[in-house]
């Protein structure tokens, strides 16, 4: 026995088929576009706007120091010059500029009575009259700055060697290094060296291997390097209070541990120990008061985190800055709604396309009912996925709108995030099964029962639970596949307007309470 047509006729097969073959080339490539062309243009159009200027530069947190109350670090761009940023913790507000220095890669360094800046090309001065540029003289590889009394002096490596320099009346002069430094620092680059000058002791720091050494100069002659700590990263030496301190980047087992130790007569003591993550020393700041310290990280681009370290603990965390002119998960999300929007406006084409060529009518042997409309089948398809994954999908976006990549260092964050995927992922998977079985067993599912709907066998009988789990599994890894436009254009081809699940499975889909014997 031949099928009876699905069509009102022949020439409406040929209307309706053509129509929604370019309906469907029309759609996919305007969801193309919309999902990974437009994100990519937009953010190109947005580049040249100044907010850009972030990340197409680099915040040199581990160069910038304290002064005044506020936090200062250079950030250097690919012209050669450098703006310098300010903090003001008491505020919390966002990053401010303090002043435009025409060279690159700079050290800060804070004095009484002003914040010096030292290149190896030049160095200036920010004091409570503007900047003043001091000198031009390339000064070649040097080391991190120090206060040597009131002046600026650094380590420096010329042809003689490794050499101290000290800036007196606006020009670095050369000191003699102590006598009886040992041998190793001489063939040591600057870089890898730090001094301090601590009244009228010089003390150099050096990592020999994987731990960090100290020798001082009122030392007694023939003295050796003096172990610190050991460290896996970075490190950096700093002065508090009249105290030398050093602080470590390290890996104990599994867990990154960020320490700072300091020096008292001939022993070192821990001052601070805390899980760290990925926190660089270097960008450990000072502040008043025992065991005070801020350390700055930067996620994005322009965007940074803030610790504020009171006692040996973290007492307070925020951000300030900003890597985007707009939140990064509302402007990708824009990008990825467009598709479906695209899809839903084809799914109404074909609505009305067969509403004009197709037959309404599904007959079987003892029955028949009205298909149901693509239309009812995709709101039905919304209210279920809404249900389903909404609860996952609504936590994480609240989630991710207050979090960046430096979240995943804090343990907190991580079990946060698992616990959220943990708990939307479990709700997602019962209520997958529940819907399978009620569509089994009665062909509704909350979004069809609010769309009118049901799926039955092709025998419009309840299809049971196996069937309605092969649909529904073949609805998730294929019909709704880029944007649910796979499962929308199979089901506009077929006869019984079946998808992929339902051609497997044997179900059709038809309007709810309208099942009645053949007329």
Known sequence: MTEESAYLSDRDRSIYQRNVALAAVAAFIAAFIAQFVLPFAAMFLIIP?????????????????????????????????????????????DPEIAAEVPFSRCWLLAAQDCLWIISAMGTARLASGGLEQIDTAGLGEISRPFLWGVSPAILVRDWEGLRLRRLLHNAWTVEPLPASLPEILTRTSPTDVQALAIGSELWIFLQRESVVCSWRSTSPPGSDWQSVSGTSGDWRAFEKESRPLVATWSRVGSTERLAVYEGSGDSWMTVLDLPAGSWDPNTLFTWPGPGAFWQVSESFPGAYRIREIRSGRVERTFKVGHAFPFAPQKFFGTFMILPLVIAGLLAVFIWGQARRHRKAIYRVKGA???????????????????????????????????????????????????????????????????FTWTEGRWGVTPGRWLAGIRVMGVDLRPCGFGRAFIRRILGIFVDFQFNGM??????????????LGDLVAKTVVVRAGTLAPPG
Not at 377 to 395: C, E, K, N, Q, T
Not at 486 to 499: C, N, P, S, Y
Request: glycine share 8%; net charge negative; hydrophobic share 50%.
């Open 49 to 93: 706007f100044p907010w850009s200027r972030d990340a197409t530069t680099h915040s040199y947190l581990e160069c910038g120091a304290t002064w005044e109350g506020r936090i200062y670090w250079p950030k250097s761009g690919s012209d050669g010059t450098t703006t310098l940023l300010r903090f003001d913790p008491a505020k919390e507000g």
């Open 368 to 434: 028949e009912a009205p298909f149901a409309s693509i239309l009812r089948r995709a709101i039905a398809s919304f209210v279920d996925g809404i249900v389903m994954g909404g609860p996952l999908m609504a936590a994480s976006m609240l989630w991710m709108s207050n979090m960046d990549f430096l979240e995943f260092e804090e343990p907190r964050q991580l079990i946060r995030f698992f616990a959220i995927a943990l708990i939307g992922g479990a709700w997602s998977l019962v209520a997958a099964v529940v």
């Open 486 to 499: 796979v499962g929308i254009l199979v089901l506009a081809f077929t006869e019984r307007f079946q998808r």
